[in-house]
């Protein structure tokens, strides 16, 4: 089993370009998460899915979109990269009471 | 506003206890997790309190008082492994976990 698999795992990205990080989990959780972790700070949601069909907007939206047409997937999207974008983002998911969310391994991605 | 206060960075002993405090003030609450991230890798699980009082696992425990806004994390027999960040995390009102900033913990021998 594999749980929650990101990918790419780093990226250097121009500034104004578009990328997508993919996120895929095999443990058919209804609820996944988009966090960034910069140093100093603590994890900031970034989006949400309750489930298939359905997004929300976390504490830091603005840049990012996301999508939920199945289950097991869940991208987000950069549409036009900044530098202030350059973090880690962990993609996470959970199902259930209480609200344990079990994370994938990051994407570390720098915008120049 | 809401926030989740943790220590930066404490440092301890091969063998020794160390116990990583975290306060919070948020609008709701519906529960505490205490999560460890080793450098370069994603948070893992470790423990969770909805109700005041200790819950033990293992070499963790981990103590909740509601009233006072405060849990901590309690570390026993330490080892080299247990080197790590340890975030402390609270569901809120809307159910959404806030996330303190992390306590990196240095175990020396």
């Known amino acids: 089993i594999a749980g929650i698999t990101q990918a790419p795992t780093s990226q250097i990205l121009a500034a104004g370009r578009r990328m997508t990080l993919r996120c895929t989990q095999d443990m058919r959780h209804n609820a996944m998460y988009w966090y960034r972790q910069d140093l100093g700070l603590g994890l900031r949601l970034i989006h949400y899915?309750?489930?298939?069909?359905?997004?929300g907007k976390g504490e830091v939206p603005d840049g990012y979109s996301v999508s939920r047409a199945n289950t097991d997937d869940f991208p987000l999207t950069l549409a036009s990269a900044v530098p202030s974008q350059t973090s880690v983002y962990f993609c996470?998911?959970?199902?259930?009471?209480?609200?344990?969310?079990?994370f994938g391994a990051g994407t570390r991605l720098s915008v120049l | 506003g809401q926030n989740i206060d943790q220590p930066t960075e404490m440092t301890a002993t091969e063998g020794a206890i160390v116990q990583i405090n975290c306060t919070y003030q948020t609008s709701g609450f519906n529960g505490l997790f205490w999560y460890q991230q080793h450098a370069g890798e994603a948070p893992t699980f470790l423990s969770y309190n909805v109700l005041d009082g200790l819950e033990e696992k293992g070499r963790f425990s981990s103590f909740l008082s509601r009233s006072k806004g405060y849990s901590y994390l309690l570390l026993k027999e330490l080892q080299m492994k247990d080197s790590a960040s340890y975030l402390c995390?609270?569901?809120?009102?809307?159910?959404?976990?806030?996330w303190g900033a992390g306590t990196k913990l240095i175990i020396k021998p």
């Open positions: 899915s309750n489930t298939a069909g359905t997004t």
């Open positions: 996470a998911s959970s199902d259930g009471d209480p609200n344990i969310q079990y």
């Open positions: 995390a609270v569901i809120g009102s809307n159910y959404q976990l806030i």
